[in-house]
């Protein structure tokens, strides 16, 4: 194995601490996407992936073995610092139960399993478990090698060379190789495919099978973010063989299970994929998702026995599931957030005295007693949360002040106050129509008349969110650079409030860019203080996530990226 410069040891060894000290600060984006207005997974990163730390450019406990890469590059196998959380082989629970099906119901919403144009929660649930990415973020925040095995980049971090996993067959008996990772990347890189997810990994000028087993990525600039990027839920692998139309609803994937049967809005099946290359998993032997629209009725499903586990489990839900001597709930702390979107194209909210108006308007302790009984934390109008390193904490949202709201309004030219239309929708783990009414009593007595719209939550994600003016939304947590990338740069698909701003595109850039973390936290610094003044969204609250289950139910816990991760799932029964 290569030898580390002092200059990358250094800061491999900072950004271990940092991840570390990151650990608490985790979060998600919007729950899917679609396939012509992909949604956010509300977060859409700072799911958690650690919504702070760039992602070490690590390589597993097995050494990297040197490949050709470009010209100008020097590759360098890195040793992860022993500071860093790595994933570890799951030793066989005591008692472990194999085989079973498990019913786990979720909200309704569907549009592909396409990966780069991914949408609905459930979409990317299911995904998760026929396909893999290269790395994907775990429960304890830890990338744990999947279709990758290891990594190495060059010293100046602009390039990165990943060893791919040997033996590996897609469902449909294709041998994985480096050519489907060229594949899936230039398709989720492609204009044309319009995957929300773009900007993000727009970094990536070039993607390159050295082998049939090692892939590079040429970067345009140096980068410590794309290991976690690999992560994303996009960035799930498929064949190069198929055509990608049967993406929408087929799924060719390498993961544990395989999907056997798809009723739109009533449920899907999956099956344990015999050839899975991580030999012991999974557990069951069966999954069944039950999509049901209401609380109430998922909450109810969960006590009865009908299901096993209520995915996303409903903030109003969370006490009765608490109480009940046959269920449990498990809760993680999150960036994912609400938030309040204004379309800057259009009046009023091309008027910036306007959204400044909305948010003075906006009573955020309201909202988090309304929408998550007290629980999650106050947010300031930008994507990075209170407990994460770059957030900086003398950068202030202004209070909530009505007084000062009707002024802004006048001086916008609303002397008599303005009624405007909220659209909103009852979506699974996400309390955005009590957001909706908590604002409304808010904005009320600053001289906003609010009148709610509630739409149908199977239509909302392709059909209003990014079409009406001002909307409701949730995003999954992400670290820094995703959770601003994939919402704030100009030429982002998931632009929401099509906030166009030269400033922000290359101060994300540039954070993309800096190694020391008090430079980073200085750049992100002067993003927050944009964005609370610029208001192009208003982000209130920042929510934890829960999963409920039935007491029998092991291996399953919250992830704080609002993702279900069952390959370790069993029942004891």
């Known amino acids: 194995m290569s030898v580390i410069t002092d200059r990358k040891r250094a800061f491999l060894i900072l950004l271990a601490a940092f991840v570390v000290l990151a650990l608490p600060a985790i979060g998600v984006a919007c729950g899917g996407e ?53 994933p570890t082989a799951i030793p066989e629970p005591a008692g472990l139960k194999r085989g079973g099906s498990l019913r786990v119901v979720m909200g309704v919403d569907y549009n592909t399993f396409d990966p780069p144009l991914l949408l609905g929660m459930p979409d990317v649930i299911i995904t998760q478990h026929t396909n893999d990415n290269l790395l994907l973020r775990q429960n304890d925040l830890a990338l744990k090698p999947l279709l990758a095995e ?77 290991p976690d990027t690999m992560s994303i839920y996009q960035a799930r692998i498929t064949p190069s063989d198929i055509d990608a139309k049967r993406l929408v609803g087929e799924t060719f994937g390498t993961g544990p299970f395989v999907l056997t049967e798809h009723v739109p809005g009533e449920r899907s099946v999956l099956e344990r994929n ?53 269920t449990r709930v498990s809760e993680t702390a999150s960036a994912s957030y609400l938030n309040l979107t204004m379309d800057m194209r259009v009046a009023p909210w091309d008027n910036k005295l306007v959204r400044q108006a909305m948010q003075a308007a906006t009573d955020r302790q309201a909202i988090r007693q309304a929408a998550l009984f007290g629980k999650g934390a106050i947010a300031r109008d930008h994507p990075i949360p209170p407990n994460d390193p770059h957030f900086a904490a003398d950068v202030e949202v202004p209070p909530y002040d009505p007084v000062r709201a009707k002024e802004l309004l006048a001086e916008a030219g609303y002397p008599d106050g303005l009624e405007v239309t909220l659209f909103t929708a009852a979506v699974a783990g996400a309390s955005m129509v009590e957001m909706a009414v908590a604002l409304k009593e808010s904005a009320t007595p600053a001289g906003f008349e609010i009148n709610i719209e509630r739409m149908p939550e199977d239509q909302y994600w392709a059909s209003v969110w990014m079409t009406e003016p001002f909307t409701t939304v949730y995003w999954n947590g992400r670290t820094p650079n995703l959770a ?36 980073r936290k200085q750049t992100y610094a002067e993003v927050q203080r944009i964005l609370i003044d610029d208001v192009p969204r208003i982000i209130p609250v920042f929510q934890p996530y829960f999963v409920s289950m039935r007491n029998n139910v092991r291996g399953l816990e919250a992830h704080p990226n609002g993702w279900l991760i069952l390959n370790n799932t069993w029942i004891d029964n």
Do not use: C
């Open 34 to 86: 679609a396939t012509s207005t992909p949604r956010p997974t509300i977060a859409p990163t700072a799911a958690p992936a650690p919504t702070a730390a760039p992602a070490p450019t690590a390589t597993t406990a097995a050494a990297a073995t040197s490949v050709p890469s470009g010209p100008t590059s020097t590759p360098r196998a890195v040793v992860v610092p022993t500071a860093l959380p790595t």
């Open 274 to 326: 015999p050839d899975y290359w991580e030999k012991g998993t999974p557990y069951l032997d069966e999954l069944v998702f039950l999509y049901m629209p209401e609380p109430e009725t998922k909450a109810e499903a969960l006590k009865t026995g009908a299901v096993d586990a209520y995915f996303r489990t409903d903030t109003q839900s969370v006490s009765s599931l608490e109480a009940h001597p046959e």
């Open 484 to 519: 601003l990338s994939i919402v704030y740069l100009s030429d982002a698909e998931w632009n929401e409030s099509r906030y166009y701003n030269p400033i922000i595109d290359d101060l994300i850039a540039k954070a993309r860019s800096q190694t020391d973390q008090e430079a």
């Open 150 to 226: 290891s990594w190495e980049t060059n010293d100046d971090l602009t390039q990165y060379t990943f060893k791919l996993r040997e033996g590996v067959k897609f469902s449909h008996g294709k041998e994985f190789t480096a050519e489907d990772v060229v594949y899936s990347f230039k398709r989720l890189l492609d204009p044309d495919v319009g995957s929300p997810a773009r900007s993000t990994v727009g970094i990536i000028t070039d993607v390159v099978a050295v082998n049939d087993h090692t892939v590079r990525f040429d970067l345009d600039a140096t980068n410590a973010f794309l």
